[in-house]
């Protein structure tokens, strides 16, 4: 049995939304700061060389696109990126509290060729083709219904338009058939259990947050663990951790002995799909000639980590736009599978 299994076969659960458990909990939509998102890029930082490179390769993907929409925009990563590249750019979230952040980053970044809209990527506010490219940046399978959201970016492209995206790929992440990941923080007069289930066959992700009334028992239990919520962890801190079911912390004796304590059980579930499974996904919505590549990280990381360790970062630091732009033209030269994350062009005929 998982633990997936025990909560929902002992426990009433309402159905809400990754924006809702997930997006709107964050503090940041990433584990440290993006440049030109959170920051200005810093030359000096390989990480900041390959996270340009990545925006090189949603701009060769987009090709010539000058009025850009991206779906799932978080704190507006990729779009603020994109925007120094292309003429406007437009970022929709279903995340009151990320599209907010999006907006006070671009305000403090001075970007005044994008605008962020609060909206469903199902139900995008936007006439039909009124956009030359789409991308979106692992969010198209973080939503209720992955099929009407590309349904959507294909209805409000223009003929000639072109897509780019990229998605998770369970396959190449997950170490086994099933993983589960857990964390128990306390907020006040509550303990907040959350479980991430994740499994390859099916292909699928669940996230589940339980609320309890924080005895003494479940005050402990949080103490052993020195939580500190996914939420607001960086790095290499404490959060969500791998757990089986008998763990005596994390697992199901703590539920079971938890139960009469609880106040509120929600839920949302997400399905993935194969790199090969996505690109028939993406030409039933309408797109043709949808073809599936590597992440560039993975090529990015090999050639800036070294030129980094040889000092040649800061000398090329002027050049920095241009090079990490060639740079992602390479995405096709990455094989699916050799990263958790692929990348996906096409167009609309």
Not at 154 to 180: I, M, Q, S
Not at 283 to 290: D, H, I, L, N, Q
Request: net charge negative; with cysteine; proline share 7%.
């Amino acid at each position: 049995m998982t633990i997936e299994t025990w909560v929902r076969d002992h426990l009433g659960l309402d159905r809400a939304t990754s924006a809702e458990l997930r997006y709107e909990r964050m503090v940041w939509q990433a584990a440290e700061a993006l440049p030109w998102v959170h920051r200005p890029a810093d030359p000096a930082q390989p990480f900041d060389w390959v996270e340009e490179a990545r925006v090189g390769a949603f701009l060769a993907g987009l090709g010539r696109a000058q009025r850009v929409l991206d779906i799932g925009t978080g704190d507006g990563w990729p779009a603020l990126s994109l925007a120094r590249h292309v003429q406007e750019v437009v970022a929709v979230d279903p995340s009151p509290r990320r599209a907010d952040l999006a907006r006070d980053n671009t305000r403090r970044l001075g970007l005044r060729n994008v605008e962020v809209v609060c909206a469903p990527a199902e139900e995008l506010p936007f006439s039909d083709g009124a956009f030359d490219g789409v991308v979106s940046a692992c969010a198209i399978e973080q939503s209720t219904d992955p099929d009407k959201v590309l349904r959507e970016a294909f209805r409000v492209l223009r003929p000639g338009g072109r897509f780019a995206a990229t998605f998770e790929d369970l396959t190449a992440e997950l170490r086994g058939p099933v993983e589960e990941t857990a964390e128990l923080y306390i907020e006040e007069e509550t303990a907040v259990y959350r479980l991430v289930h994740r499994s390859l066959a099916p292909l699928r992700e669940a996230e589940y947050e339980l609320r309890f009334r924080a005895d003494e028992v479940l005050r402990q239990a949080a103490g052993l663990i020195g939580p500190v919520p996914t939420f607001q962890s960086t790095g290499d801190e404490p959060g969500l951790r791998l757990v089986s079911p008998d763990d005596r912390v994390l697992g199901i004796p703590l539920l079971e002995s938890a139960r009469g304590a609880l106040l509120s059980a929600r839920f949302f579930e997400l399905r993935h799909r194969s790199p090969q499974e996505t690109t028939a996904f993406v030409g039933e919505a309408g797109f043709r000639g949808v073809k599936a590549f590597g992440n560039i990280t993975w090529l990015a990381r090999d050639f800036f980590s070294p030129a980094h360790l040889e000092d040649l970062l800061l000398k090329l630091s002027p050049y920095m736009d241009a090079i990490t732009r060639a740079f992602g033209r390479l995405y096709g030269a990455v094989p699916v599978g050799k990263t958790s994350v692929f990348f996906v062009v096409a167009g609309k005929p």
